[in-house]
Structure formats: C-alpha cells, structure tokens
C-alpha cells in the first residue's frame, strides 16, 4: 500500500524555508484588537463614517445611505473592524447587521460622553473621527451599551404599540372631558376601558352627536388594547416562563413581568441585584462636595417605559388595594416620615426596590414570600427562655 507523504512533503518545506531565511507566517492572536476602527455616526437618511489604523491615521472617510443594502455594501467587503455607533433609532439592526458581516460593533452611549454631545466643532464628520478613536483607545470611555437580540426586539414591539394605543385613548379621554365641561356638562367618573357612546345619556343633542365619533374611537382603541393584552399573555407563557414567577409580587401582572424580562434579557449580566436599580434610572443622583450631600432627583437613566411601569406598580404596592407585604409596610414608614415629598420619594424608592425583587427572583428561582422578613423580624424579637 502506498503511503500518504503530503504531512512529511508539507514539513519538509517548511524546514527548507526557515533554512533559507525566509520569515515565517505571521499569526494573527484571537483576542487581538483589530488594526482599523471605524467610527460610524448614524443618520436618518444618510450615515458618515471614519476609518483609522493602529497609529490613528485616518485611512478612509466617507458616507453610505442608512439601509441595510448601503451598509452591507460599505462594510461587507472589509476585513473584520471595530465599528463604533452611537445608540439611536437605528443602532439595533445597523449592529445586528455590522456582527453578521463580522466586525466588532460597540455602541456608544453618547448622552455619557461629553467629548460628543457637549462638543462645539459638532458636525457627522467630527463626530464619526471622535468615535473612531475613542474606540481605539479604550472602548470603555464610550459608556457601551447592549441590545437587545431581534426575537427580544419583535416582543417588546407588542409592548410599544399597546403602550402608543394607551396614550392615544387617554388623550382622547382628556379630549371630551375638556370639551364637555366647556359646555357645562361632565363625564361620569369611570375606567377607560368602560368609557364609551353611552357615557353621553342626558348630554344636549348637539354637544352628543359632536362628542360621539370621539367616544367611538376611544371604545375601538379598548377593543385594540385588550387584543394587545391577550398577545401579551400569550408570549408571556410560551417564550418567557420567568413571567410567572415574577407574577407572585402584588402589582406585578403579565406587562410588568414581561416588560422586565424583554428590557433586562440577560439577568446575569449584573453581578448584584441592587444594580437594576441604577440601570433603570431609579437611583439618585449624586453631587457630594466636602460635607455637602444634597438630595439630588434620580438620574432617568434606562428605558423610561419601564421605569413607568415599576412606578406603576409601587402605586399599587402603596395604594388602598395593595395588600400587606413587607415591601408595602417599608413603603408606608418611608411616606410617614413627612415632608413635602415623603409619598413621591416613597412611591420612587418602592420602585426602585420593586426591580431588585423582580431580579432576585428570576435569578434565584425562589417562591416569594410577601411577610418573610416581617415574621423574621418578629422571631428575632420574641426569645425563648434558656433553662437554668
């Protein structure tokens, strides 16, 4: 049987080229950076884009349409590059699509970087260099963010349009109730989802038959939320069922839960669960100077949507409805301390309380026990007698 020689000819060779002085091949290292950054700032029409190598030259400038054909023409051909963009409209596909055509992508959260916001030379081209190599420096100083994955993206899309539909029926609410009390009359107090025609019995004829298409719209936007609700429920329990147990906290529905879950994606990207808090803005800010410690507002930082849902929450928490828990009873001794603004930096503090628990347990798995650290408490207290 003849032999395989190729694996000895190959080693030969290479044994002849180093022989002879030739440079061996270099290798390149997995984790080694790439030798050009690109700095990418995204526009509604068009995009500008800065090229630099590994001294921080700039090598190529220039601009593509903000489509996807634009951009895989633009980038596709390259050989992988760290893109740097700042978050944006557009930022989520534009570094979905960036990662398919193998770059490395950071999103920069620009709001974090005075360099960029507060620059007064601010123009596309300036701001794509700046991007370019603050990434090539260190990617850290850019504050990177992270999106959310296009599944994530598409559910959390239910969420938005209920949430459009919710503010559009209740701007038209507010509508007919400044309309008829401009005429004398008054709506009857009720739900939103029970406003509709009928709430216009003993109106004037003319002020119903004006006020009526505007009460038909806010019924047919009933009937669109709850169709809404019910998709909601339904990806809840077949794609998310962390939902349920997040569910157990009073106050805490199928929006709630999977808001949360959609918005975080990734529990264990934070090592603590009190880091949610900062992360949905619910955290003071801070301005200490010296023996100086003002009580600042909290920074609004993350997604503002959820952060009016968890505030949501703690008004039920803290309402006449909420049952008794342990993080209701430590909401109520907040708002009993008095002040101007005791049941606000209540209401605010329950919140920002309310993810940490949502966090722990969807990391823990654990089943909620409302009064577990009042019965605690209560055991700490109350000692059995040591016998003699």
């Not at 080229?17 to 050009?36: D, F, H, L, M, T």
Request: aromatic letters at 4%.
């Amino acid at each position: 049987m003849k032999k395989n020689t190729t694996c000895h000819s190959q080693k030969n060779q290479r044994r002849a080229r180093r022989q002879a002085g030739a440079p061996r091949k270099s290798r390149v290292r997995k984790n080694q950076p790439p030798e050009i950054t690109i700095g990418l700032d995204l526009g509604d029409r068009s995009s500008r884009y800065c090229a630099i190598d590994a001294p921080g030259t700039v090598v190529l400038e220039g601009s593509t349409p903000t489509t996807q054909r634009g951009m895989a023409q633009a980038f596709g051909a390259m050989a992988p590059c760290r893109v740097a963009l700042e978050v944006g409209t557009h930022s989520p596909w534009v570094s979905r699509l960036l990662k398919r055509l193998g770059h490395e992508v950071i999103v920069a959260n620009a709001r974090q970087v005075q360099l960029i916001s507060q620059s007064s030379r601010k123009s596309d081209r300036v701001d794509a260099q700046t991007l370019a190599r603050l990434a090539r420096l260190d990617p850290q100083l850019l504050r990177p963010i992270r999106h959310r994955s296009e599944e994530a993206q598409g559910h959390l899309l239910v969420i938005r349009v209920r949430a459009t539909l919710v503010e559009a029926r209740t701007e038209l609410i507010n509508a007919v109730r400044g309309l008829a009390k401009a005429s004398g009359e008054r709506l009857p107090v009720c739900d939103a989802d029970q406003m509709g025609p009928e709430k216009l019995t003993g109106f004037p004829a003319g002020l119903g038959s004006a006020l009526r298409p505007l009460l038909a719209e806010v019924e047919s936007l009933t009937r669109k939320i709850q169709e809404a609700d019910r998709q909601i429920e339904q990806i809840a329990r077949e794609h998310y069922p962390p939902c349920a147990r997040l569910r157990q906290i009073s106050g805490v529905g199928e929006l709630i839960s999977l808001a949360f879950i959609l918005t975080i994606e990734d529990p264990y990207r934070f090592q603590r669960s009190r880091d949610v808090g900062c992360y949905v803005g619910l955290r003071p800010k801070r301005g200490d100077s010296g023996n100086s410690q003002p009580q600042l507002r909290i920074t609004k930082e993350g997604d503002p949507y959820l952060r009016q849902l968890l505030v949501q929450g703690a008004h039920y928490i803290l309402g006449h409805r909420g049952p008794d828990t342990d993080l209701r009873r430590w909401g109520l001794k907040l708002a009993a301390r008095g002040g101007k603004n005791a049941k606000k930096r209540a209401i605010v503090a329950v919140a920002r309380k309310l993810a940490v628990l949502l966090h722990r347990l969807w990391v823990s798995g654990e089943t909620y026990d409302p009064l577990r650290q009042s019965r605690t408490a209560a055991g700490k207290k109350v000692r059995p007698a040591v016998a003699a």
